[in-house]
């Protein structure tokens, strides 16, 4: 059968990006408490195109993906990257995937258990030589506004906030270790299940830990940095407030986008 897709194209236009996008796929991650957990992952796969060839072939990106859509784990992730570019002879690829995490969480009081949804990416870039990789944790919370609570007798607003971080990877981390530093930075975190007792909690801790959406963004910064593991994050935090008709919005980044050496890429990733 004729390879379409090899045959020569004469327009002289390298594509920066090519390849299948929103496929719908369930996928193995690493799980910190049970050792793995199985989610369905939103994903796309992409490689650049020389200028000489009509297209490439589609079915090739799946190939690679489903051969490790078992074991879809930090360190697996960027060998798959590396494949990607080698399977279809691409001087660079691209992977994006998000998917749904869950992690069991008790209540702050009754200590009802539940399973509390979060929404993770892991995004990267490989070359013959380098690589980038990272991922992306999307963390609800509570916030309280200090102003309110200063300039009002009885109460204050409070609302649902998010806070999203894209962490480049240096060292191993687990991603629960991250969501737990996000929620201790806000007014509160959120549960799946509460009790009376419970949300009478929520309500008094928040009401004695307020935090500006700016605040929000300046304290996660600063947990992250005392980690020292990430040569590049960011950190944005937006509040659906309550009392206004807008979000309130703050960002920050901090280091150096770089990318890695591949012959780094055994000893930057534990064997888990």
Not at 181 to 209: C, M, P, Q
Request: proline residues 4%; aromatic residues 12%; glycine residues 4%.
């Amino acid at each position: 059968m004729i390879d379409v897709q090899n045959l020569p194209d004469p327009r002289n236009i390298p594509l920066e990006k090519v390849g299948v996008k929103n496929i719908r796929y369930p996928i193995t991650v690493l799980d910190k408490k049970f050792g793995e957990q199985r989610t369905t992952a939103r994903v796309n796969l992409f490689a650049n195109l020389p200028h000489h060839f009509k297209g490439t072939h589609m079915s090739r990106f799946i190939e690679v993906f489903h051969a490790h859509s078992t074991n879809v784990k930090m360190e697996n992730f960027v060998h798959m990257l590396h494949e990607i570019r080698r399977v279809l002879d691409a001087e660079t690829s691209f992977v994006e995937i998000g998917f749904p995490y869950f992690i069991e969480k008790s209540a702050p009081v009754s200590r009802q258990k539940s399973m509390m949804e979060y929404f993770c990416t892991y995004e990267g870039t490989a070359t013959a030589t380098e690589y980038q990789f990272f991922v992306g944790i999307h963390v609800p919370v509570l916030t309280l506004c200090p102003c309110s609570k200063e300039i009002s007798d009885r109460g204050a607003h409070n609302q649902r906030s998010f806070v999203r971080v894209l962490l480049q990877m240096g060292d191993f981390f687990w991603i629960e270790d991250i969501i737990e530093l996000i929620e201790a930075s806000a007014s509160s975190g959120l549960f799946t299940l509460l009790k009376r007792n419970d949300e009478k909690w929520v309500t008094e801790h928040s009401y004695d830990h307020p935090v500006f959406v700016e605040d929000l963004v300046r304290e996660v910064t600063v947990r992250l940095e005392a980690l020292g593991q990430f040569p590049w994050f960011s950190v944005e935090a937006e509040n659906m407030e309550s009392i206004h008709y807008h979000e309130a919005y703050a960002y920050v980044e901090r280091g150096e986008k770089k990318f890695i050496k591949k012959a780094l890429l055994e000893t930057t990733f534990p064997r888990l």
